[in-house]
């Protein structure tokens, strides 16, 4: 498809969008100005709608397919989620109006919001406070792990250099750690998929300031061990960090704050249905134990005593300003009309559903895969194709083969401990044919790979562009048109 | 127990299942896990209906009050957005798809991206730029460690003319890290202090930060500065706002290495605070040290042209604690905004909303300085924005508007000791000459009382 820089031609008129004039009173010299305007497009707005319009029926999507991306929990994001924030009472709002004195007043609606996600997010994870300023998960584990740093300065835990991280986390988890300026210790995987305990206690000492843990982990297994884990890092006064990117297994049922976590962060673009829009925008909030409290990130909302919502600025131990505000507000706001068409009962409903639809679709899929790891998954299950290799087919070839049939590919290649993985998450959105026709699709997959591998090398064929030239990306570096 | 919203299994699918599984509930899913770990029912309140829930919350978004009239800026303005963009950006095939992790299946975002890098390209006069990173605090920051990356060196220095917001945020990302952060006043005249910079850059100092135009709304040429970094082998950074880039001089023509910014401006409502838009662009010589996702231009197997994201090794799924940065999911949707708000707009109509700005910005200018009392805090260059100074705190008088239906300005003294009476207007092309000329007498009548 031609860019829209491809469909430009000069004088063509966009929106109009001059207002009336208001004569300057003095022209700015042209030391400071630019002398060209910058080569924007001109293009009428029927053909940018047309282009937009068609574009975005090049992507696959939640909204027109299956989309089993493990650790993703690429779950249907209600439409009155979206009508909800998308109110201009709440879109129209400037950050800064409550910090005018006497504008606090006027924010009271997004204000109450924002308390009220902090309140039910406290009590569905277990721990005592929450922010809602992270933008992704990632800048929820920077900020946890900038919260574990302070607690330890403020301690003087000097000693304190490193984090532990099992081998099945997810990237961000060391790159953050790293960020926060800790060394990383990376523990592998027994053979049940959890965190090798013997190797963990090993790596684990007065040096250590935490553990990164994601439960279940990225292989969709519980860490039976958890409490364990937890009393024997506390016992160096060190920190739990609970990645929740897969909450969406446990929430209602189980609470990271009282398995013996200190800190965790939400993925509300995962477990609390907010669209992942393309790769964001996501939000990370991040919840403390109370001895935790006093290093959360400025500002903190709060009710006063007359019931009016305010924000405090005065948190001398705070960590400081992670984010300009009070996070992605927009994502919260969906995340919150979310909580509440759930209510109660429907957390428990949803981790319930989310975790059945998996456990089905792994046992229906092992007499196709074998077993990597053994026994119940929860809201996700990994499995190797490995078995394939000999007929010359990798995971991304089954990848590519079932873009062909119309299913979203699910995660591959990670997590990076199992060969050849393919993780796979259907979430509670998916009815029982849909999960049914992805077994059909699969069996007819590793038949075609057994028997006509050079198809599925050939896949995909039904989609707009064919398998792309990596390589040749990285090397000539068309980063922009020109 | 009740129906659970947006899960698709009947009952009958359910038991089905179940008996597939050899369960009969499902807690026999959970049995191998520690019954000591299992939770209480939540004291959260009981689900709502649809109806319910879109009533409960048009009543909490009423307490609102939006019909304000906004001067106030400081970094995030109250722009026109074009309906189309709303339209356009509410496709759900491009606001339910993930990253576009399978290039195939996902050209609408990944051509999108790569429109979008092209724009931001155009806009700040650089060579390349990443897909988007959360704001322009954390783009800022992001390119402070790509500068001291680069250089291999652990100092900055920092203008206080960049947003204090910003340097809030540098303050609080560096603070674990071995960075020397140093911040040099701002100069008399409210822009860049060149005799203190000059003073200041040694062969430590890695990199030099600058806000054009600054938080006080000064415009600034900075290339003789920006010359005397590079002399010290440093690299200088910049942080605009984009808006002002359709008639400000671009940062590439300035020399600038890395140029971040905050996106809001480009078809994103205010949001009180986000999601937002962090964009970067650099220089090819130092893409390869550039945090965040990039999408390049490549051919398939038949030599049609197709997209992908590139230059991947330098990510942390990749590269995890070695990885340029910690980013993983971006504001892909907002950057989406950003290139179907200029491709709606265009060149001319980019053009016109920016001297629309400027003019309203420059009659209001003219129009306070004539209140008795009343100053300019610094010259006469601005875009949209300048700071006044009152003969009262300017707090106060804020206050005292903000109770006649004006959010009449920004005032600085909580950023800034000694500039208490200073306040902080911004004009966009959606504010009237009446509601100016509004501002103006009750501005007036305020500072009589
Ligand atoms: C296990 C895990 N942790 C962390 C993250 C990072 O989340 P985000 O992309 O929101 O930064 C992800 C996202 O894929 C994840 O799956």
Redesign the interface.
């Known amino acids: 498809?031609k860019?829209?820089?491809e469909k430009s031609s000069p004088g063509?008129?966009?929106?109009?969008?001059?207002?009336?004039?208001?004569?300057?009173?003095?022209e700015?010299?042209a030391?400071?100005?630019?002398?060209k305007?910058?080569?924007?497009?001109?293009?009428s707005?029927a053909e940018?709608?047309r282009?937009?319009?068609a574009?975005?029926?090049?992507?696959?999507?939640?909204?027109?397919?299956f989309?089993p991306?493990g650790s993703?929990t690429?779950?249907?994001?209600?439409k009155?989620c979206?009508?909800?924030a998308?109110?201009?009472?709440?879109?129209?709002?400037?950050?800064?109006?409550p910090?005018?004195?006497?504008?606090g007043l006027?924010?009271?609606?997004?204000l109450?919001?924002l308390y009220h996600t902090e309140r039910?997010l406290s009590?569905?994870t277990?721990l005592a406070e929450f922010t809602l300023q992270p933008?992704?998960?990632?800048?929820g584990?920077?900020t946890g792990v900038?919260i574990m740093?302070a607690y330890h300065r403020d301690r003087g835990n000097t000693q304190k250099d490193h984090i532990i991280i099992p081998d099945s986390a997810?990237?961000?988890n060391?790159?953050?750690?790293?960020?926060?300026?800790y060394k990383?210790v990376t523990v592998p995987s027994d053979d049940k998929g959890m965190m090798d305990f013997d190797l963990f206690k090993a790596a684990l000492n007065e040096r250590t300031a935490g553990v990164m843990l994601t439960c279940p982990n990225t292989l969709g297994v519980?860490e039976?061990r958890?409490?364990e884990i937890c009393d024997a890092v506390h016992g160096v006064d060190g920190l739990m960090y609970y990645d929740g990117a897969n909450f969406n297994a446990i929430m209602?049922?189980?609470?990271p704050g009282?398995?013996g976590f200190d800190i965790c962060h939400l993925n509300l673009?995962k477990s609390f249905?907010t669209?992942?829009?393309?790769?964001?925008?996501?939000a990370g909030p991040v919840g403390v134990v109370e001895k935790l409290q006093p290093y959360l990130?400025i500002s903190r909302v709060e009710k006063t005593r007359d019931g009016t919502y305010a924000l405090n600025y005065d948190e001398p131990k705070s960590?400081?300003?992670?984010?300009?505000?009070?996070?992605?507000?927009?994502?919260v706001?969906r995340a919150?009309?979310y909580?509440?068409?759930?209510?109660?009962?429907?957390?428990?409903?949803?981790s319930?559903?989310a975790?059945?639809?998996a456990?089905?679709l792994q046992?229906?899929l092992r007499p196709l895969f074998g077993e990597e790891f053994k026994?119940?998954c929860m809201h996700e299950f990994v499995f190797s194709g490995e078995f394939l290799r000999k007929h010359g087919i990798h995971t991304l070839d089954l990848?590519?083969g079932m873009?062909d049939r119309g299913i979203?590919?699910p995660?591959v290649y990670?997590p990076l401990n199992v060969p050849e993985a393919i993780m796979v998450e259907p979430t509670?959105?998916?009815?029982?044919d849909?999960l049914d026709r992805f077994v059909e699709v699969m069996a007819e997959l590793v038949e075609l790979a057994k028997t006509d591998p050079e198809k599925l090398h050939e896949a995909?064929v039904t989609?707009?562009?064919?398998?792309?030239?990596?390589v040749?990306?990285?090397r000539?570096?068309?980063?922009?048109?020109? | 127990?009740?129906?659970?919203?947006?899960?698709?299994?009947?009952e009958r699918?359910?038991a089905?299942?179940?008996e597939?599984?050899g369960i009969g509930d499902?807690d026999e899913?959970?049995?191998?896990?520690?019954a000591d770990?299992?939770?209480d029912?939540?004291?959260?309140?009981?689900?709502?209906s649809?109806m319910e829930?879109?009533q409960?919350?048009?009543k909490?978004?009423?307490?609102?009050?939006?019909n304000?009239v906004?001067f106030?800026g400081?970094?995030?303005y109250?722009h026109?957005i074009?309906a189309?963009v709303?339209?356009?950006a509410?496709?759900?095939?491009?606001?339910?798809?993930?990253?576009?992790?399978?290039?195939?299946?996902?050209?609408?975002?990944l051509?999108?991206a790569?429109?979008y890098?092209?724009?931001i390209?155009?806009?700040t006069?650089m060579?390349?730029?990443n897909?988007?990173l959360?704001?322009?605090?954390?783009a800022l920051f992001e390119a402070v460690m790509m500068a001291l990356r680069s250089t291999g060196r652990n100092k900055v220095l920092v203008d206080q003319g960049v947003s204090p917001?910003?340097r809030?945020?540098l303050?609080?990302?560096t603070?674990?890290?071995s960075v020397d952060y140093q911040e040099i006043p701002l100069g008399s005249n409210g822009v860049a202090d060149r005799k203190a910079f000059e003073a200041a850059l040694d062969d430590t100092v890695g990199a030099a930060i600058f806000q054009n135009p600054n938080f006080f709304g000064c415009?600034?040429?900075l290339k003789e500065l920006v010359d005397k970094v590079h002399e010290s082998n440093a690299l200088a950074i910049m942080s605009v706002y984009p808006m002002a880039?359709?008639?400000?001089?671009?940062p590439g023509?300035m020399g600038a290495d890395i140029v971040t910014g905050?996106g809001q401006s480009l078809g994103l409502?205010?949001?009180?605070?986000?999601?937002?838009l962090g964009f970067m662009a650099t220089t090819?010589k130092h893409?390869r040290k550039m945090p965040g996702?990039?999408?390049?231009?490549?051919?398939?197997?038949?030599g049609?042209?197709?997209?992908?994201l590139?230059?991947q090794a330098r990510?942390?799924?990749?590269?995890?604690?070695?990885?340029t940065?910690?980013?993983?999911?971006?504001?892909?949707?907002?950057a989406?905004r950003a290139?179907?708000y200029?491709?709606?707009?265009?060149?001319?109509?980019?053009?016109?909303?920016g001297r629309?700005c400027?003019?309203?910005a420059?009659?209001a200018?003219?129009k306070l300085a004539k209140i008795p009392g009343v100053e300019p805090a610094f010259n006469?260059?601005f875009f949209n924005e300048f700071a006044i100074r009152l003969p009262k705190d300017a707090?106060?008088v804020?206050?005292a508007l903000?109770?006649q239906g004006i959010?009449a300005g920004?005032?600085v003294g909580?950023y800034y000791k000694g500039m208490e009476n200073v306040l902080l207007l911004a004009f966009t092309?959606k504010r009237?000459?009446e509601e100016?000329d509004i501002l103006v007498a009750k501005l007036e009548s305020v500072l009589k009382a």
């Not at chain 1, 574009?55 to 397919?65: E, I």
């Not at chain 1, 989609?463 to 990596?470: C, I, K, N, S, Y």
């Not at chain 2, 909490?60 to 939006?66: D, E, H, K």
Request: aromatic fraction near 10%; glycine fraction near 8%; include cysteine.
């Open positions: 498809m860019l829209i820089y063509r008129p966009g929106v109009r969008m001059s207002s009336i004039k208001i004569s300057p009173t003095e700015i010299p030391k400071y100005l630019r002398s305007p910058a080569q924007l497009p001109e293009v707005e940018v709608v282009h937009f319009t574009l975005s029926r090049l992507n696959f999507s939640v909204d027109t397919h989309y991306l993703c690429m779950k249907y994001n209600p009155a979206e009508a909800a998308n109110l201009p009472e709440l879109t129209e709002v400037h950050p800064l109006w910090q005018l004195r006497g504008g006027l924010t009271q609606g997004s109450a919001i039910i009590e569905i277990g933008m992704a998960g990632a800048h584990e920077l900038m740093a997810h990237g961000t060391p790159a953050s750690a790293q960020l926060a300026g990383v519980f039976m958890i409490k209602g049922r189980y609470k009282d398995m673009h249905a669209p992942h829009g393309g790769g964001g925008p996501g990130p960590i400081g300003y992670i984010a300009p505000f009070y996070g992605n507000f927009g994502v706001a919150y009309a909580i509440l068409s759930l209510g109660r009962d429907g957390m428990l409903g949803t319930n559903r975790v059945l639809n456990n089905y046992e229906k026994g119940r990848a590519k873009i979203h590919p995660t990670f509670e959105s998916e009815d029982r849909t995909p989609t707009p562009v064919g398998r792309l030239d990596e040749k990306a990285a000539d570096m068309r980063l922009s048109y020109s | 127990m009740k129906k659970t919203p947006f899960c698709a299994t009947s699918d359910q089905e299942m179940f597939f599984l499902f899913l959970f049995a191998e896990i520690p770990l299992q939770s029912l939540l004291d959260i309140p009981e689900g709502l649809e829930m879109m409960h919350i048009r909490i978004a009423r307490r609102n009050s939006t304000l906004n106030c400081a970094g995030f109250d026109y074009p189309a709303n339209a356009l509410s496709r759900g095939e491009f606001y339910t798809a993930y990253t576009p992790y399978q290039p195939e299946a996902s050209q609408g975002t051509q999108a790569f429109e890098q092209t724009a390209c155009r806009l006069g060579e390349v730029a897909a988007s959360f704001d322009g605090g954390t917001i910003y809030k945020m303050r609080c990302y603070q674990n890290l415009l600034d040429n880039l359709s008639v400000v001089e671009t023509a905050e409502p205010l949001n009180f605070g986000g999601p937002y090819k893409v996702r990039i999408v390049g231009e490549t051919v398939d197997h038949k049609r042209r197709g997209f992908v590139t230059l990510e942390q799924h990749i590269r995890r604690e070695k990885a940065s910690n980013i993983c999911s971006n504001v892909q949707l907002c989406l290139i179907i200029l491709s709606l707009v265009g060149r001319e109509g980019f053009l016109e909303v629309d400027m003019d309203r420059s009659y200018w003219h006469r260059r707090s106060d804020v206050s903000v109770d959010a920004f005032p909580r092309e009237t000459k100016i």
